[in-house]
């Protein structure tokens, strides 16, 4: 059973414009999350947090937004540029009885922002 | 970047070996990951440590065990490879709760 959802597999931006990137967790111990960038043939890399004790991050174009009530967050991109195709991992982690940190991702979301 | 390094980062081998990937790292974090990434699963968690010789499983650990005996090694093993563990691998190391985690390069493992 999946515990971090990105229900999105792919996305498609104009340049310039805003990308919206989603993700939904079921287990509510996790009191942390991350969103990574990957390449092809490059291991992921990281691009933002947010602890459950906040509602928003931001770090440049890059914005986290988090509803613990619907257990659902957001990576907005502004503006985004053709550099930001990849695809984009959501993670969650948290410790609780069945872990001791743990991280798990989702599935990703590729996606590509068009000149 | 982050002192992460993962060996070998290629390897073919053949159905019912064994086989073990190294995962090192310089940073004296206390968390080390296993995960494989394949097309339409995205990233899944094999097993972590938490610490020398803690260990845990993930989402996906049959047919794989782990060893951490000092803090800059964790070992992953598949004892018997199958090819349905043809994928890649990547490890990654963490220094705390509320902290990033830092990827290795990966490795991809092609079990014939």
């Known amino acids: 059973d999946q515990q971090v959802k990105q229900n999105s597999p792919s996305l498609s931006v104009q340049e310039g414009r805003i990308s919206i990137l989603n993700c939904d967790y079921t287990?509510?111990?996790?009191?942390?999350f991350l969103w990574y960038k990957k390449y092809p043939a490059e291991g992921p890399t990281f691009l933002i947090s947010?602890?459950?004790?906040?509602d928003k991050n931001e770090d440049g174009r890059f914005t986290v937004f988090l509803n613990k009530s619907a257990k659902h967050l957001s990576l907005h991109i502004v503006p985004s540029q053709p550099g930001d195709s990849a695809v984009y991992f959501c993670?969650?982690?948290?410790?609780?009885?069945?872990?001791?940190?743990?991280?798990?991702f989702g599935k990703g979301t590729k996606l590509s922002v068009k000149p | 970047d982050a002192g992460i390094t993962q060996s070998p980062r290629h390897k073919v081998t053949e159905t019912g070996t064994p086989v073990t990937l190294r995962c090192h790292q310089t940073?004296?974090?206390?968390?080390m990951y296993w995960y494989r990434q394949d097309p339409g699963h995205g990233l899944r968690l094999i097993h972590y440590?938490?610490?020398?010789?803690?260990?845990d499983k993930g989402e996906v650990s049959d047919g794989y065990s782990v060893s951490r005996s000092k803090t800059e090694d964790f070992l992953l093993t598949l004892e018997s490879a199958t090819s349905s563990q043809t994928s890649v691998y990547f490890c990654?190391?963490?220094?705390?709760?509320?902290?990033?985690?830092?990827f290795g390069q990966g490795t991809r493992l092609t079990v014939v």
């Open positions: 287990n509510s111990m996790f009191d942390y």
């Open positions: 947010i602890s459950s004790i906040k």
């Open positions: 990654a190391i963490r220094q705390g709760m509320n902290t990033e985690a830092f």
């Open positions: 940073e004296n974090h206390r968390y």
């Open positions: 993670a969650a982690t948290g410790v609780y009885g069945g872990s001791q940190g743990n991280l798990i």
């Open positions: 440590s938490y610490g020398v010789k803690d260990t």
